[in-house]
């Protein structure tokens, strides 16, 4: 008998786009991360995260990813819409400054 095993990354992708400007940031999330490891990979600060999905600070601590999202009720890409919407508010707030 022959077993087959895949394994499927949740690592996030950028959409392709003319305008490179629009592209923004993208996250980096991977289901069996912590949540201080993907705060950590994302340079965003991890009370942020927990606050932004509803999770006591001294819960947790290590837990994955998915574990934490099937507690709390949501999912990778909410995760990383989260990561992505505040990396990009602040590049934009970043380029403002700069002009």
């Known amino acids: 008998m022959l077993v087959s095993i895949s394994f499927v990354s949740c690592n996030s992708t950028a959409e392709k786009s003319n305008n490179s400007e629009n592209i923004g940031f993208v996250a980096k ?27 006591r600070n001294h819960i947790g601590k290590n837990y994955t990813v998915m574990q934490m999202s099937k507690r709390f009720k949501f999912s990778i890409d909410d995760l990383r819409k989260i990561i992505e919407d505040r990396k990009n508010k602040q590049a934009k707030a970043k380029r403002k400054k700069e002009k």
């Open 29 to 55: 999330v991977d289901s069996t991360m912590t949540l201080s490891q993907v705060a950590k990979a994302n340079n965003i600060g991890e009370p942020y995260l927990r606050t932004e999905l509803g999770i």
